[in-house]
């Protein structure tokens, strides 16, 4: 099973930009799934992004054109950059295996797995 440490978050303005990282340790990485999920202060946990073994991005709506996601499997890693950062992007973020990742509605999104501690974002001014 794979696990993952989240990095990369911060205060930012808004309109500011970030880049949150995760490192993956464990085996089959290349051939998964993996999302991008956020919980505020007070709200249910919520997918942002995902992005399948094929390299295909999703995205929610309120997010695209604004945040890209991107993988490197000889790294193990799963980036994700934030551009344009609105107040409401103040979260906690994850990420975590998905069983799948298709354009059908971030509800299918389904994480699999254990939630790592996440990378805190925070946009301000």
């Known amino acids: 099973q794979l696990q993952f440490v989240e990095s990369g978050g911060g205060l930012v303005q808004p309109g500011g930009s970030l880049r949150l990282s995760c490192a993956a340790s464990?085996?089959?990485?290349?051939?998964?799934?993996i999302g991008w999920f956020r919980q505020a202060p007070g709200k249910e946990r919520e997918a942002v992004s995902c992005?399948?073994?094929?390299?295909?991005?999703n995205y929610i709506d309120s997010v695209k054109g604004r945040f890209t996601i991107s993988r490197d499997n000889a790294k193990k890693t799963v980036s994700l950059q934030m551009d344009a950062l609105k107040p409401e992007d103040t979260a906690n973020y994850h990420c975590?295996?998905?069983?799948?990742?298709?354009?059908?509605?971030?509800?299918?999104?389904?994480?699999?797995?254990?939630w790592g501690q996440g990378t805190q974002v925070i946009v301000s001014s």
């Open positions: 975590i295996v998905v069983g799948v990742c298709t354009s059908r509605g971030s509800s299918i999104w389904t994480p699999i797995g254990s």
């Open positions: 992005i399948n073994s094929n390299r295909i991005a």
């Open positions: 464990g085996y089959n990485f290349n051939s998964n799934s």
